[in-house]
């Protein structure tokens, strides 16, 4: 028997595209062949990839759509996996983690506005991530480092869900760029995951030191190979933005394949050896 865990549609599926990131990643030869910037880009990001989303084509249908599809799970998924006390409280946890997306999981931050212990969050949360709504990404780090933050850190599965969760709509993100950051890297967290299934199986991490420093995606291939992706809802890239993946690929020595940073443009621009900053539409 073989378990095929069924995630919602690609980017490149949805375009009818095919896409080899993963393998122009890992070849250090990153490369784009579209252009998807600005409003575009943010229509398909809120979108996510749920087909019966994509369907609808007012954003209140799909955010009415998205509640629906929560309140079932919760409903009665939930209850055919674990068997959880405080059912009640699950639509407010969900909630509550949809404004942690993006950050280090705190299990004790998200449970005690809603009244659950450390633990009970813990759980439930781990609960979540089996129905597929949520994706832990555990911390990257090596004997060697003693100064990496090991703390995982919280993406749900889908874009469109998670703007639903915190009532995004284009014109929202339009009037407050600021607030498509944490959708936009779990999109991209999304993609990655979507594109690792049907290529070269991947372990996904994240990396942050306790300077500060971070790298939203770490890619492990089966070969021991690394790529890091650090993703920016931004027109325009800056030295700075690369203060991460310069201490990854350090960090990881020959094993360092490649380090991009996923921007709001339409060009390929390196950044040094083995940098580069990446249109986001190169990703299907």
């Not at 599809?69 to 405080?86: E, G, H, M, P, Q």
């Not at 993703?231 to 394949?257: E, I, M, P």
Request: aromatic letters at 8%.
């Amino acid at each position: 028997m073989e378990t095929i865990p069924l995630l919602p549609l690609a980017r490149a599926e949805i375009e009818g595209t095919q896409t080899s990131f993963l393998a122009d990643l890992f070849a250090g030869r990153p490369k784009t062949s579209q252009a998807c910037v600005g409003s575009a880009l943010v229509e398909r990001v809120l979108a996510g990839g749920y087909p019966e989303v994509l369907s609808r084509t007012s954003w209140t249908r799909r955010h009415a759509w998205f509640r629906s599809y929560l309140d079932a799970i919760i409903k009665r998924d939930v209850a055919d996996v674990a068997d959880l006390a405080r059912l009640v409280e699950m639509p407010r946890l969900v909630a509550a983690l949809g404004h942690q997306a993006g950050q280090l999981l705190n299990f004790s931050g998200a449970g005690s506005a809603i009244g659950l212990s450390h633990v009970t969050t813990a759980r439930y949360t781990r609960v979540l991530e089996e129905l597929f709504l949520i994706r832990i990404l555990p911390a990257w780090h090596h004997n060697r480092l003693k100064r990496l933050v090991k703390t995982p850190k919280l993406h749900f599965m889908d874009s469109g869900l998670l703007a639903a969760l915190r009532d995004l709509t284009p014109e929202q993100i339009t009037a407050n760029r600021t607030s498509f950051g944490p959708v936009l890297e779990t999109f991209v967290v999304s993609e990655i995951l979507k594109q690792a299934s049907w290529s070269e199986p991947l372990q996904l991490f994240h990396y942050r030191d306790k300077e500060g420093d971070e790298v939203d995606l770490i890619l492990l291939s089966e070969r021991g190979q690394l790529a890091g992706i650090e993703v920016k809802a931004s027109a325009t890239v800056q030295a700075a933005d690369f203060d991460g993946l310069r201490k990854f690929a350090a960090a990881a020595k020959q094993q360092f394949r490649a380090g991009v940073v996923l921007y709001d443009g339409e060009k390929v621009i390196p950044f040094g050896e083995k940098l580069f900053a990446v249109p986001i539409a190169a990703l299907w």
